[in-house]
């Protein structure tokens, strides 16, 4: 399975373990890509030996769908696919990200309630009152304080999932496990 990041692979695993499955057990691996661009490589790298690979599966964020694209490509197996076409190939798609989806699922006050139980309502409090910051939308800053320090998109992501009630599971994340 191809993640983007850190974050990613952290919250696929923390939500396969909500569902009590055990991804290891079932010999499926989650690869943390680096970022999007690198689908091209990682796909190469896996389809190098057509019988050592079973299902390949995958997470994007919308914006980087065409390096997802230009991956399948390279591999002879792309083309100008819809997001249902790669859907059935295993490839879910985030609207912006995997925090955006989330937060979406969570809603913001309980994102901001998450933030506060791990101590961090300081920390975003400050970050919102910036000035470039200051007025937008909730969900943005939102989104903005998981990218303003290191780790805690994976910290988050992994604290959003186990907050996350079942019945609003994002589809991406539900689609990409129940593909697999």
């Known amino acids: ?28 691996a ?22 050592a690979v079973g299902t390949v599966a995958g997470l994007c964020d919308e914006g980087e769908t065409s390096d997802l694209q230009r ?12 997001r249902a076409e790669l859907e059935a190939r295993g490839f879910f798609i985030c ?4 925090e955006e989806e989330l937060i979406r699922a969570l809603g913001a006050d309980a994102v901001v309630g998450v933030i506060e139980a791990e101590g ?8 919102q009152n910036q000035p470039a910051w200051r007025g937008r939308p909730r969900e943005e800053q939102l989104r ?18 186990e907050a996350l ?3 609003r599971v994002p589809h991406p994340l539900e689609g990409l496990l129940a593909y697999i």
């Open 1 to 28: 399975m191809l993640v983007e990041g850190e974050s990613d692979r952290v919250a696929v695993q923390t939500l396969a373990a909500r569902y009590e499955r055990d991804l290891e057990k079932d010999g499926i």
């Open 30 to 51: 989650i690869i943390a890509m680096g970022g999007a661009s690198a689908f091209g490589e990682h796909l190469q790298r896996l389809f190098r030996d057509p019988g």
């Open 144 to 161: 903005r304080f998981f990218g303003s320090k290191s780790g805690r998109k994976a910290l988050y992501g992994r604290l959003m999932i």
């Open 120 to 127: 961090e309502l300081r920390a975003l409090r400050s970050m």
């Open 71 to 82: 991956g399948l490509e390279r591999i002879g197996l792309g083309g100008d696919w819809s």
């Open 95 to 98: 609207v912006a990200d995997l």
């Open 165 to 167: 009630d079942m019945q």
